[in-house]
């Protein structure tokens, strides 16, 4: 067997503000939306082979009570090629890491999406170390 992709399937009270701060920071596409009313059920967003979906929480529940009720809230770690280019997209963003450069040698930020996810984002510098 082969994993051909993983997506992040994140639970939220609304979809719009997650949508919002993916396609307006970073440029995602929303590539699916099914409504829920006057409201979004569920979205996934998409960029460059990677996508990201959210799905509410009241949908998950009438989805598979038993998934909706066990889950918390998700982490994602996200490694960027370009750090200035990412810092200036968080501008206003919900910072809770603030910048720092680890002892693994990442320079990363975390932020919080709309629906209170850590959204941890990386560089890693490709100039060889001496």
């Not at 992040?8 to 993916?22: G, K, Q, R, T």
């Not at 996508?51 to 994602?76: C, F, K, V, W």
């Not at 709309?114 to 170390?129: E, M, N, T, V």
Request: proline letters at 6%.
């Amino acid at each position: 067997m082969t994993v051909k992709r993983i997506t992040p399937v994140l639970l939220a009270d609304e979809i719009e503000p997650c949508i919002e701060f993916w396609t307006s920071r970073f440029g995602y596409e929303k590539t699916t939306a099914v409504p829920d009313g006057d409201k979004l059920a569920f979205a996934a967003l998409s960029k460059d082979g990677t996508e990201i979906m959210y799905q509410t929480r009241a949908s998950a529940e009438h989805d598979a009570p038993e998934i909706a009720a066990g889950s918390g809230t998700a982490n994602l770690y996200v490694e960027v090629d370009d750090f200035a280019a990412t810092l200036a997209a968080l501008d206003g963003a919900n910072v809770v890491l603030p910048e720092r450069v680890t002892f693994y040698g990442a320079r990363e930020i975390g932020v919080r999406d709309p629906a209170g996810h850590l959204i941890l984002f990386a560089w890693f510098d490709p100039a060889p170390k001496s």
